[in-house]
Structure formats: structure tokens, C-alpha cells
């Protein structure tokens, strides 16, 4: 049974940190990308950012560069986002996802979904 689980979501006040965790079982993680999107209220759902399978090459969108990192633990089966400097827009749910190639622009082609963690930005 495939699973993707997110953690290490909360509140924090705004220019905080935060480290979410995706914890991929019932796949072979080697042989998959893996994202995280964001989806705030009202709004689609977006693309954060995403480490390739294979060479570890790392992507983000405009909005997180110099701000976000992503990195990915093979031997656990595991992806981190951290983030630094939160802003308000920030907020929103946040998913890890996982499919064998990077897309970014799209979460339409993703092959396996986690459920998300909350991810509030405030004072």
C-alpha cells in the first residue's frame, strides 16, 4: 500500500522556520521524484518544489527560492522541506507527492498524493 506522510507542520510567527517531513512507504522510493505543493484557501493548488530520483536536483518555485530547501534520505525513505524566513503567504496546506519525473507547474500528473499538513503563518 502506497503512502506518503507529511509532518512538521504548525504555527509560527512570520520570518520563523519550519522542517516539514514526507515519509514515502509501499514504493520504490529510489525510482521516484518527490514534491511538495501548497494549496491555501480559495486558491489552486501550487508547486513548492522538488527533488529529481536519480542526481538529486532540486527545483523551487520563484516565490520560495533562497527561502526553502529541499533535500531527500534514500536509506529512509524520506524528504525534507525546510523553510526559513515564513511569510503570511506562505499558509496553506502543504503536500508531498511523488512521480518519476519533476514537474512543477502541474500537480495533474503526480502519481501518489500524501494528505497534507497545515502550515499557518501569523502574529
Known amino acids: 500500500q502506497v503512502q506518503l506522510v507529511e509532518s512538521g507542520g504548525g504555527l509560527v510567527q512570520p520570518g520563523g522556520s519550519l522542517r516539514l517531513s514526507c515519509a514515502a512507504s509501499?514504493?520504490?522510493?529510489?525510482?521516484?521524484?518527490i514534491g511538495w505543493f501548497r494549496q491555501a484557501p480559495g486558491k489552486a493548488r501550487e508547486g513548492v518544489s522538488c527533488?529529481?530520483?536519480?542526481?538529486?536536483?532540486?527545483y523551487y518555485a520563484d516565490s520560495v527560492k533562497g527561502r526553502f530547501t529541499i533535500s531527500r534520505d534514500n536509506a529512509k525513505n524520506m524528504v525534507y522541506l525546510q523553510m526559513n524566513s515564513l511569510k503570511p503567504e506562505d499558509t496553506a496546506v502543504y503536500y508531498c507527492?511523488?512521480?518519476?519525473?519533476?514537474?512543477?507547474?502541474?500537480?495533474?500528473?503526480?502519481?501518489?498524493w500524501g494528505q497534507g499538513t497545515q502550515v499557518t503563518v501569523s502574529s
Open positions: 507527492a511523488a512521480d518519476p519525473v519533476c514537474i512543477l507547474y502541474t500537480s495533474k500528473w503526480w502519481d501518489y
Open positions: 509501499g514504493f520504490t522510493f529510489d525510482n521516484y521524484a
Open positions: 527533488i529529481s530520483k536519480s542526481d538529486g536536483n532540486t
